[in-house]
């Protein structure tokens, strides 16, 4: 399924990320994304309350196990990043105020050079050099929506699928509203691509990071893909 995104997201991009790289350069994507820790993600577990939080009602929470969190500037906007004590990503975010006082209210320390990997490889894919990550992931999360984030990082660069056709694929017909609420609770943005869903009409549909950002991310996938190279026929 291919989907042409409408222009949402309004923001000037800095300009290393329009710089073209060289389609002679890239190297083919492997058939799913590289993880460590011999799975995609580790076992499941709800998300900590800090102290602080359970004395000031209900407030956010922070990552169960996250060692720190970093800041990486990104063409689609700041993003948060957190990792656990191996360094896995347990989560990614755009929403940067809601995660700094998520952060604050948890005691995580901040460590931008911790999440340098993760920077690397999201300059590269902004620059239109890397089509899929290479990085350990440890979100938490059921086993149903261990399966479904698997599932969104089969989804090809560039390529789009609905809810409906991503619970067929996952041999659950008829499950489009379970695999639509897993979806949104991916809390790993971009990198496990919960943006490539669409609704069963091709249209844009509920996105955590917002619709602007949805629409902006695959707008900017389908201009860098190679016709030929990454879509489904001639993917190496």
């Not at 989804?155 to 991503?166: C, D, F, R, V």
């Not at 489009?176 to 490539?196: E, F, K, Y």
Request: net charge negative; glycine share 10%; aromatic share 6%.
């Amino acid at each position: 399924m291919k989907y042409s995104a409408p222009d949402l997201f309004d923001a000037p991009a800095p300009e290393h990320a329009t710089q073209a790289a060289d389609p002679a350069s890239h190297q083919p994507p492997p058939a799913a994304p590289l993880f460590a820790q011999g799975g995609l993600w580790s076992d499941t577990a709800p998300l900590a309350r800090s102290p602080a939080a359970d004395a000031a009602g209900p407030v956010l929470q922070a990552p169960l196990h996250a060692a720190c969190h970093g800041v990486v500037d990104t063409r689609f906007g700041p993003a948060m990043v957190w990792l656990d004590l191996q360094g896995r990503l347990l989560r990614l975010d755009f929403h940067l105020e809601q995660e700094l006082q998520r952060a604050q209210l948890s005691g995580s320390r901040r460590d931008d050079a911790a999440v340098a990997e993760v920077a690397r490889q999201l300059h590269e894919y902004e620059r239109g050099e890397r089509r899929s990550f290479d990085l350990p992931l440890a979100a938490r999360g059921t086993a149903f929506q261990q399966q479904v984030w698997a599932a969104l990082c089969c989804i090809p660069y560039g390529e789009t699928m609905s809810y409906g056709e991503l619970a067929l694929a996952l041999g659950k017909p008829g499950g489009a509203r379970a695999v639509g609420r897993a979806n949104a609770t991916n809390p790993i943005a971009l990198i496990v691509p919960c943006h490539r869903v669409l609704g069963a009409d091709g249209s844009l549909t509920g996105y955590a990071g917002g619709l602007p950002l949805k629409s902006a991310l695959l707008r900017f996938e389908q201009e860098n893909t190679v016709p030929g190279l990454f879509g489904a026929a001639g993917r190496v």
